[in-house]
């Protein structure tokens, strides 16, 4: 017998344990912190407007977490408020308004978290997790454009971290779409923006300048979500470092008619 294949073999058999157990550290470090990265954004479901929780490909249990959103508001065209609510439907938040909106909003708190030494993300503040490397308060906005606009949006209640676009929105795909990045009504330097949120979730994002602007191109010749996440200062820090904001700007192009 060729020894030389036989101690190849028993590497092969020794070392796949391993190797299996290193891939499923690192699939499971990857999960963890795509859970913690999690925003929301409104789309559309057998044409009625939804309140989505995920990223990516990930449309989670919205449902469940109905209680953490504290604040759901429509605006007509020259963004005077529309009553709107929440209504559950099956596994869905659907929105309900008395008329036809031109934009819509949602806020979601997410609680704190606390990354342990081991790289693990678990939903407790620092008063509780002492030897965490990093602590953060997160919080979730949208923003849903549903009508034409009239007039460019306004920084909007309840909107702390809000992306406005700069500008008419292009109506192909492919085309450079101009938008402002708000942190509490003022331009955020140096926000991380990511161009698609649902198909290229990994995807690295660009910072705005210090104007709080970035130009991107739209990516879908559909649904679009854009994305911005930015770190502010702590109102607990006894129990979060930071409080991470991450908000979505989302809109549909038309497709060519039938």
């Known amino acids: 017998m060729n020894r030389s294949r036989s101690r190849t073999r028993t590497l092969a058999r020794t070392d796949f344990p391993r190797l299996f157990a290193a891939v499923a550290a690192v699939a499971c ?24 929780y995920g990223i990516g490909a990930d449309d989670l249990d919205s449902v469940k977490r109905q209680s953490m959103v504290e604040s759901i508001a429509g605006y007509d065209a020259d963004y005077k408020p529309i009553p709107t609510k929440l209504r559950v439907a099956g596994p869905l938040l659907l929105v309900d308004s008395e008329s036809q909106p031109t934009v819509v909003t949602a806020v979601l708190f997410n609680g704190i978290w606390s990354k342990t030494p081991e790289g693990e993300w678990i939903k407790k503040g620092r008063d509780e997790v002492p030897n965490a490397t990093t602590a953060e308060k997160n919080y979730k906005y949208a923003v849903r454009i549903v009508g034409s606009l009239s007039a460019p949006i306004p920084p909007l209640p309840n909107q702390t971290l809000q992306i406005i676009p700069v500008g008419q929105i292009p109506q192909v795909m492919g085309q450079p779409l101009k938008v402002r990045v708000l942190f509490q009504g ?11 949120w649902l198909n290229d979730p990994d995807g690295k994002p660009v910072k705005t300048a210090a104007d709080g602007t970035v130009t991107i191109k739209v990516r879908n010749q559909g649904l679009n979500v854009i994305t911005a996440i930015f770190d502010g200062p702590s109102n607990e820090p006894a129990k979060a470092d930071k409080m991470e904001h991450l908000a979505t700007l989302s809109f549909v192009l038309p497709h060519a008619p039938e």
Do not use: E, N, S, Y
Request: net charge positive; proline share 3%; glycine share 2%.
């Open 29 to 52: 470090f990857i999960a963890v912190q795509a859970a913690h990265a999690h925003g929301i954004w409104f789309a559309q479901r057998a044409t009625q407007l939804a309140l989505l």
């Open 186 to 196: 003022k331009p955020a330097a140096k926000a991380r923006v990511m161009w698609d």
